[in-house]
């Protein structure tokens, strides 16, 4: 085998295997995908992903350490060595008789495979893993936007909602396909919201999915709004945690990969559910409005109801509606702004 042929093959050895064996590396199955493999080595964490027929890797905590499996060896396992020593490390690894051997001896640490994403998601996983869960009151969370500090606790927000812990920014985890087939299935990080106090913007890297709270079988209704904050606000104004999954779509929808997201969630309810469009009372909420009623039309579930449940004030958000009123005058204004429309209203537009 020529020398230039042999890096190439050593850019298809399953890197998790070469983990496993020369970093003592383990897979975290319950924060790994079909397409990104979350890799525990003591305090050291990597995600391990695959770019077309090369397995890639990116440092959780060292996002310059990244690329296959030869930066794999120059950057973990014998630093900075030639690529001659290189060689040395990968070699048996290109032996069916060595690898087989290997995975007997390391079964369960590694994966047999890895389906194809785009790359960029693997930097941005690396990225996200470096936030931190809130585990206590939010300055921004829940004092400058009123978010209670229980609702950020209760099992169906636990620990999704990040914070960064140099800035204090809070992101919200967008969800969705990991390839370009808006088709697909699989699910994987995306991107995700970045707010604070005076930042409201998206992760560079990466599309919009769905950032979506938790789901449990007695949930009852499922509402959709324009942002995570507005998510939270929604539970928190109306005091519906217990049956409610709440998802944001941040801002204007993707047609091409939301789309499909918001129908598979809808798809997801249980019988007799309901739609909640809790968007903001605005023109572009009016828009969103129908957008969603229509995704819920091409659903052909009859069973379910839609509701449109924004802020009775034109111009606000949830988050306006929350702030605006202590509890129990919120709790009486929602009560006569929920309007239930039949699903007929919408086939036309308004």
């Not at 939010?138 to 609702?151: M, Q, S, T, V």
């Not at 802020?311 to 309007?339: C, F, H, I, M, Y």
């Amino acid at each position: 085998m020529r020398r230039d042929e042999e890096l190439e093959a050593f850019k298809r050895i399953n890197l998790t295997l070469v983990a496993a064996e020369l970093g003592g590396y383990s897979v975290v199955r319950k924060k790994s995908t079909r397409h990104s493999v979350l890799m525990e080595s003591g305090n050291d964490k990597i995600i391990v992903s695959k770019n077309g027929d090369h397995f890639v890797y990116c440092s959780v905590h060292d996002p310059a350490s990244n690329g296959t499996a030869i930066d794999f060896i120059q950057n973990v396992v014998d630093r900075n060595c030639s690529l001659g020593r290189v060689r040395q490390h990968l070699r048996p690894f290109l032996s069916g008789s060595y690898v087989s051997q290997v995975q007997a001896s390391h079964a369960g640490k590694y994966v047999e495979a890895i389906k194809p994403s785009n790359v960029d998601f693997l930097s941005l996983a690396a990225r996200f893993s470096g936030f931190e869960p809130i585990t206590s009151p939010h300055a921004y969370l829940c004092g400058a936007r009123g978010i209670p500090f229980e609702l950020l606790q209760h099992p169906r927000v636990k620990g999704l909602v990040r914070c960064s812990p140099r800035h204090g920014s809070v992101m919200f985890p967008h969800w969705g396909q990991p390839s370009n087939d808006p088709s697909d299935d699989a699910r994987c990080l995306v991107g995700y919201e970045i707010k604070d106090q005076n930042v409201s913007m998206f992760s560079r890297e990466g599309r919009k999915g769905l950032f979506i709270t938790r789901a449990f079988d007695h949930d009852r209704c499922l509402v959709f709004t324009e942002g995570g904050v507005d998510s939270l606000s929604y539970l928190a104004a109306n005091n519906c945690v217990e049956h409610t999954r709440v998802a944001s779509i941040a801002g204007q929808l993707n047609l091409k990969f939301q789309v499909p997201l918001i129908k598979s969630a809808i798809e997801s309810m249980p019988s007799n559910s309901s739609i909640i469009a809790g968007f903001d009372a605005d023109d572009q909420g009016d828009r969103l409005i129908q957008q969603l009623a229509d995704i819920v039309i091409s659903t052909g579930r009859g069973d379910l109801e839609f509701h449109d449940h924004r802020p009775v004030t034109r111009g606000q958000d949830w988050n306006d509606a929350l702030q605006a009123t202590e509890a129990k005058e919120v709790d009486d204004r929602l009560s006569s702004s929920q309007e239930i429309r039949p699903l007929c209203q919408f086939r036309n537009g308004f």
